[in-house]
């Protein structure tokens, strides 16, 4: 578990978030601190993605508004690239250029975004490939290396840029068994290390070990929160009891 403190870095306040007429999010309000670790949990189509997507601005909210540190990132005149700097995202499906190496996908957006040298973001992606255990593979091409080296390439793509807080959509969900356990290493190392973290997966036994908070998704509302053991030892709600039933 992490160290936690007061101070607030995503502020989401009354979310609304709708396809056409089918209403996705109907009214988030959630609070993530500094160095804490949230743990988004919920059925398929619960709204999970939409909700991380929008703290990204990948997806613009329909309603309510959201807060990355002092900015409103909803605000019209809002520098989303300025935002999605500093909001790092690791997805499903990893995103990573085939055609470049482990180095030049985890060098590209430090030179693009953050107009960093080619030198300093080459030292960077070495010193970011090392930490996530990719050293020896910094020359190899997506194509070369497993689905749990490509997705911690993702992940060290994400820390080269400095985040303030990292969002991960099931990031080891598209991953074979035997290759989960070392990404969740490394999610694991990064939260005790005081990144502040937005987290959905299905891995109850990373929430029960990482996370300082649970929140339990149905249906596009927050229905449950609180800590591991209280959520997974003791829910209230009937729809978070029926879904722990379903998934251990
Ligand atoms: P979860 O991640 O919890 O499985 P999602 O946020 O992906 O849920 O999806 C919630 C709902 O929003 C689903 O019904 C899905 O079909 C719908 N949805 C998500 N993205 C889009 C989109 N780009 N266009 C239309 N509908 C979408
Ligand atoms: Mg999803």
Known sequence: MSESNNEIVVRIEDLHKSFD???????????VRRGEVVVILGPSGSGKSTMLRCVNLLEKPTGGRIFFEDTEIT???????AVRAKVGMVFQNFNLFPHLTAKKNVMLAQQKVLKRSREEAERVAV????RVGLGD?????PSELSGGQQQRVAIA??????PHVMLFDEA???????????????????AKGGMTMMVVTH?????RDVADRVIFMDGGVIVEEGTPEAVFDNPQSDRTKDFLGHIS
Request: a negative charge.
């Open 203 to 207: 891995e109850m036994g990373f929430a």
């Open 157 to 162: 793509r994400a820390l080269a840029m400095d």
């Open 21 to 31: 007429d089918n209403e996705v999010l109907r009214g988030i309000d959630l609070a």
């Open 127 to 130: 010193d970011q490939l090392t």
């Open 137 to 141: 593979r910094i020359d190899y091409k």
């Open 172 to 190: 080891t969900s598209a991953l074979d068994p035997e290759l989960v356990r070392d990404v969740l290493g490394v999610m694991k190392e990064l």
């Open 75 to 81: 605000a019209k005149k809002t520098d989303i690239n």
